[in-house]
């Protein structure tokens, strides 16, 4: 699947992704997977991984709010192996979560843990698609 990508003379394009409270994440590379959770209370999650110049994988995940005071958050991390990345879609996810002021339980039942499932499964999702790659990559490890 990503062999094209290691081919000489294969030219990526220059992309730029946001990242909160920092200057932005500018490298030549190309989107080999995305996905965007499922809405809850006006509140998901899109995540995107990148193949980039030099080996790397750039994976951008976005928090998105509807809700008036609740900011958006945009984070972007790059790994050395695709299966590093993937390691992490499996960790915690509250990191790509605001810090919410409610903490009464109806908020909590409501809101936090279906937005908290709904990431997870898109997780999940974007792993899976990811797989096939991540066999590949650590085949060529072993050989």
Known sequence: M????????????KISLQ???KDEYVFHGDKIADITSE???SRWHEMSVYIASGNKYVLAISYHSLV?????FH???DFEKLFS???????????????????????I?????????????ACSK??????QSIKNEINNEIR
């Open 68 to 72: 008036e005071y609740e900011e958006n």
């Open 2 to 13: 990503l062999g094209k990508y290691f081919m000489k003379g294969y030219s990526m394009q």
């Open 126 to 131: 974007l792993s899976k698609n990811l797989s």
């Open 85 to 107: 990345l993937d390691a992490k879609l499996k960790t915690d996810a509250r990191e790509y979560f605001p810090v919410f002021t409610e903490k009464d339980e109806e908020f």
């Open 19 to 21: 990242r909160s409270g």
């Open 109 to 121: 039942r409501k809101t936090c843990i279906p937005l908290e499932a709904s990431f997870s499964a």
């Open 75 to 77: 984070s972007v991390e």
């Open 39 to 41: 809405v809850v209370n």
